[in-house]
C-alpha cells in the first residue's frame, strides 16, 4: 500500500504521563527521590484511524494526554487497510500482572473512541515481551595459593570487575576474552594473575530461557517445589499426630514434592531423573523430620490457624501494597503520615473515654465520677481499632488485588481514589466505634455484672478497678447524706473509686430494671472497709 502524506508526516513528541512526569522533576531536583518505578506491561496495537488531517492530531492529541506513545505505522507493520483510514502504532504502558493486560489496553482504546466519538479502531494489538537469553557472570579475583580457596569462594580476593556473556559450555572462555579485549576502570585482566569464579548464590549454567513460554514452565516447576517444601512439612507434623497404620499416608505423600524439588535444583537439575528423585527424596525427607520436631509440640488446630492467620496477613499485606502504591496516598505520604498522627491520636482518646462510659454506664456510675488513668483509655481502644483496621485493609486488599489484575478501572483516578478513600475511613471510624462500644458493654453486663452479684469481684477493665467495701456512717448519731438512697450497710457495695468529693457505689441487690442501682455519699461522712468475705453478701455489724 503507498504511503499517503498523512503517514510520512512527523507526529509531535508525545506528552509525559504522570509516571513520566515524576520523573522528569525528580531528575531535575534530585532531592526529590528516585524516580517513579516504569510501567512494566507494554501493550502495542494497530490503530485505523479515518484518514483526515484534522482527525488523526484529534487522535493522536488524545492519545498522548494519557500518556500513549503514537507514531506513524511503518509498512512493514500494516497490511491495506480499508479506504480512506491511515494506521497508527500505539504503545500502552500499564502496571500489574500480565494475565488482563492486553484486554485491558484495548478496552482503554475502545473506551475512549467511544467517549469521543472518535474515527479510530483497534485492528490488531499484541502483548511486548522480548526474550531474556540466559547469562553468566563471572567474578575477577586474584590468584591465591590452594590454602586460599575458602577466601576466594567468600570473595575477599576479589579484584571488584565483572563481566557477563551468553551461558553456555564456553561461557567462561567467552569472559576471559571480553575481559582481555579492555581495560575497563583501571583494572588490567592478567590471566597469570588473576582467576574468574562464579558466586556460590549465582548460577554458573542458568535455563536457557528463551522464551517467556519457556520461563513461565520453570517457575511453574519452581513452585512445585515450593509447594513440595511445604507438604513434606506438614506431612511430618501429621506423622506425629497420626495413629497406627494411618502414618503411612502421610509418609507417602511427603515425597509429592521430590522431583520438582530434584529437578530445580542447580546442583542435579542437568542430571538423570534417578539423580533427580534421590535428591529431592532427600530434601523433602530432611523436612518432614523438621516437620516431626515441630509437630511433638504442636496441636493440629494450633498449626491450621497459624496457617489461615499467615495466609490472611499475606494476602492483606500484598493487596494493600498493590493498592496504595503510585497513588496519590504514597506520592505525598511525607505530609499525610504526620497530619494524620494528631487526629488518629484523637480518636483514640475519644473512643477509650466512651468505652470507659459504656462500661461503667451498666452500673448506673458517670466515667467522671471515677479515676480512669490514662493509659488505660488508649489500650481500651486498641482492640477495636486495630480489628477496624484489619478489616478496612482487607477489603483495600481486594482492591488492589484486583487492580492488579485489571478487573476494574484504573485507580489511578483521583476521583475514584478519593470516593474509595472517604468510604474507607467512614467505614473504619464505624466500625471501631461500633465494636468498641458493643465490646464494653459485652465486658460490663455479662461479665462484670454477673460475677458482682454472684459476690466475685470483676475483673479489671483498662484501668478500672471494682472492689467489695462494707459502708458505714463516719457519725453514727447523724443522718447520712446519700443521693439515690438509701445506703446499705448490712450487704457489700461495689465502688470503682472516687474522682471528686462525692463517691458513687453500685447495690448488687438492687434490681436491674427502671431503678437506678447505684448512689452517693460524701467521702467524709462515710467509712469504706474492704469487704473481708463478698461472696456471702453480708457485712460486719458495727
Not at 528423585?277 to 525427607?285: D, E, H, L, Q
Request: aromatic share 8%.
Amino acid at each position: 500500500m503507498p504511503s499517503s502524506p498523512l503517514r510520512r508526516r512527523v507526529l509531535p513528541a508525545p506528552r509525559p504521563s504522570d509516571d513520566t512526569a515524576q520523573s522528569v522533576e525528580t531528575a531535575a531536583d534530585p532531592a526529590a527521590g528516585p524516580p517513579a518505578p516504569p510501567r512494566r506491561r507494554r501493550v502495542r496495537m494497530l490503530v485505523d484511524v479515518v484518514d483526515q488531517a484534522d482527525e488523526v492530531a484529534y487522535v493522536t492529541g488524545l492519545f498522548e494526554e494519557r500518556g500513549w506513545t503514537v507514531r506513524p505505522a511503518e509498512a512493514e507493520e500494516f497490511a491495506p487497510a480499508a479506504p480512506h483510514r491511515t494506521s497508527l502504532v500505539v504503545e500502552i504502558r500499564l502496571h500489574g500482572a500480565r494475565l488482563g493486560a492486553l484486554r485491558t489496553a484495548t478496552a482503554e482504546v475502545e473506551r475512549l473512541a467511544r467517549q469521543a466519538e472518535l474515527g479510530a479502531w483497534v485492528r490488531d494489538a499484541a502483548l511486548v515481551e522480548h526474550p531474556r537469553p540466559a547469562t553468566t557472570t563471572y567474578h575477577v579475583h586474584r590468584a591465591l595459593p590452594s590454602w586460599g580457596g575458602l577466601l576466594t569462594w567468600l570473595g575477599f580476593a576479589d579484584e571488584q570487575r565483572a563481566v557477563t556473556v551468553p551461558a553456555g559450555p564456553e561461557s567462561q572462555e567467552a569472559a576471559r576474552t571480553e575481559l582481555a579485549a579492555r581495560t575497563l576502570g583501571g583494572r588490567v585482566f592478567d590471566p597469570a594473575a588473576h582467576g574468574l569464579r562464579v558466586p556460590g548464590h549465582s548460577d554458573a549454567n542458568p535455563p536457557l530461557d528463551e522464551s517467556p513460554h519457556e520461563r513461565r514452565v520453570r517457575w511453574a516447576w519452581v513452585t512445585a517445589s515450593a509447594a513440595g517444601i511445604v507438604l513434606a512439612t506438614v506431612c511430618g507434623m501429621y506423622l506425629v499426630w497420626a495413629d497406627g497404620w494411618w502414618k503411612l499416608l502421610p509418609a507417602l505423600l511427603s515425597t509429592a514434592g521430590a522431583l520438582p524439588l530434584g529437578r530445580m535444583a542447580k546442583e542435579t537439575r542437568d542430571r538423570g531423573r534417578p539423580v533427580q528423585w534421590a535428591a529431592g527424596v532427600a530434601g523433602t525427607s530432611a523436612m518432614a523430620g523438621f516437620g516431626a520436631l515441630v509437630g511433638t509440640d504442636t496441636e493440629p488446630q494450633v498449626l491450621w490457624a497459624v496457617v489461615l492467620v499467615m495466609a490472611v496477613v499475606a494476602f492483606t499485606g500484598a493487596g494493600t501494597v498493590l493498592a496504595l502504591r503510585r497513588t496519590i496516598f504514597t506520592r505525598h505520604a511525607a505530609w499525610l503520615l504526620p497530619l494524620s498522627v494528631p487526629v488518629v491520636w484523637s480518636m483514640v482518646n475519644w473512643l477509650g473515654g466512651q468505652m470507659h462510659s459504656e462500661y461503667l454506664d451498666r452500673f448506673d456510675i458517670r466515667a467522671d465520677a471515677v479515676p480512669t488513668p490514662r493509659l488505660g483509655t488508649y489500650l481500651a481502644a486498641g482492640e477495636p481499632m486495630g480489628l477496624a483496621l484489619g478489616s478496612m485493609l482487607f477489603f483495600l486488599a481486594v482492591v488492589g488485588w484486583l487492580r492488579h489484575f485489571h478487573l476494574g478501572r484504573d485507580s489511578g483516578n483521583r476521583f475514584f481514589a478519593a470516593v474509595l478513600a472517604s468510604l474507607l475511613i467512614v467505614s473504619y471510624v464505624l466500625g471501631a466505634i461500633l465494636l468498641g462500644t458493643s465490646q464494653a458493654a459485652k465486658a460490663a453486663g455479662r461479665d462484670a455484672e454477673n460475677a458482682a452479684r454472684d459476690g466475685d469481684e470483676p475483673d479489671a477493665y483498662f484501668g478500672i478497678y471494682g472492689h467489695f467495701m462494707c459502708l458505714s456512717p463516719a457519725d453514727p448519731d447523724k443522718p447520712l447524706p446519700v443521693e439515690n438512697g438509701p445506703a446499705p450497710t448490712d450487704h457489700p457495695v461495689l465502688s470503682f473509686g472516687a474522682s471528686g468529693d462525692w463517691i458513687w457505689l453500685w447495690d448488687p441487690r438492687r434490681g436491674n430494671g427502671d431503678v437506678q442501682e447505684s448512689f452517693a455519699v460524701r467521702r467524709e461522712d462515710v467509712r469504706l472497709i474492704p469487704a473481708e468475705n463478698p461472696e456471702t453478701k453480708r457485712c460486719p455489724s458495727v
